[in-house]
C-alpha cells in the first residue's frame, strides 16, 4: 500500500530534485517537459491516489521546493529562465492553472532552487555563475552573490538560516553569508572531477556533507568542519 504505481516520470539531466514532498503533497518531474505530476501524499479512504499534472514551464523543470512555512506553497525553476511561485489546493480540487507570481528572467537557465528555512518569503536560486536571493512577496532580489568560476551545481541554507553553501563545476564549496557580503566568505577544493557535486548543511552545525566524483571518478563523501575549512575531517 506505500507504493505509487502507474505514474509517467521524466528522466531529464539537471542538477536539481527529482522528487519532493511536503506534509500533503508528493511532486516529480513528469515525462512531458516543463510539467510536474503531483500526488496527494495520503489517500482518502483507502482510495487510489490520483496522478494530476501541474504544468509549470514552456521548458524543463529543472528544480522545486515545497515552503517550510506553507506546506501548499510550491517554487518550480526552469530551463526557461525563469523562478514561478504556485499554490498547490487543499484536497479534492483542481490544480492551478496559472502561478501565483514570477520571478525572472535571471539571465539564464535555472539550475537550483531553496525556501530559506528561518525567514517566510526568501528564496535562493541559481542560475549559471549566480545566485539569486529573493524576497518572494515583493517580487525582488535581495541580493546576488557571484563570485562562482563555473555553473553552479548545488546550494544549500544552514538549517539556522544565517549561512548558504554552495558547489560549483570550479570544484569548489563555498559559503556565503548573504546579509553582510555577496562575496564568499569561505572557499575550499571540494572534488577534483567537476562531473557532478551536491552539498548538504548537517542540521544548524558547523559540519557540512558533499557529494562528488574523485579524479578516477569514483563517488565520494566528503564531511566538512566549516571553522576548519581547509581540509575535510
Not at 531553496?114 to 542560475?127: N, Y
Not at 557535486?197 to 565520494?220: C, P, V
Request: proline share 4%; hydrophobic share 35%.
Amino acid at each position: 500500500q506505500a507504493w505509487i504505481g502507474g505514474i509517467r516520470a521524466g528522466s531529464i539531466a539537471s542538477c536539481g530534485s527529482h522528487v519532493k514532498a511536503s506534509c500533503r503533497w508528493i511532486a516529480f518531474n513528469a515525462e512531458a517537459a516543463g510539467v510536474l505530476g503531483i500526488v496527494p501524499l495520503e489517500c482518502e479512504d483507502g482510495g487510489k491516489r490520483t496522478v494530476s499534472q501541474l504544468c509549470c514551464h514552456s521548458d524543463v523543470v529543472t528544480d522545486f521546493d515545497f515552503s517550510p512555512f506553507d506546506q501548499l506553497l510550491l517554487a518550480t525553476g526552469s530551463a526557461d529562465e525563469t523562478v514561478k511561485v504556485w499554490r498547490l489546493p487543499e484536497s479534492g480540487q483542481d490544480l492551478p492553472s496559472a502561478a501565483r507570481l514570477t520571478l525572472g528572467p535571471g539571465g539564464g537557465p535555472l539550475d537550483v532552487l531553496q525556501f530559506h528555512p528561518t525567514a517566510d518569503g526568501v528564496l535562493a536560486s541559481g542560475a549559471g555563475k549566480r545566485v539569486t536571493v529573493w524576497d518572494v512577496g515583493q517580487q525582488q532580489p535581495l541580493t546576488a552573490l557571484d563570485s562562482h568560476g563555473d555553473q553552479l551545481q548545488s546550494l544549500a541554507w544552514k538549517r539556522d538560516g544565517r549561512l548558504l553553501g554552495t558547489s560549483c563545476k570550479d570544484k569548489k564549496l563555498r559559503i556565503f553569508d548573504p546579509r553582510a557580503s555577496p562575496a564568499a566568505s569561505q572557499s575550499v577544493l571540494g572534488h577534483e572531477n567537476n562531473k557532478d557535486s551536491r552539498l548538504l548543511w548537517m542540521g544548524s552545525s558547523d559540519y557540512l556533507i558533499s557529494i562528488g566524483f574523485s579524479q578516477m571518478r569514483e563517488r565520494e563523501v566528503k564531511l566538512w568542519d566549516t571553522r576548519r575549512y581547509s581540509g575535510g575531517v
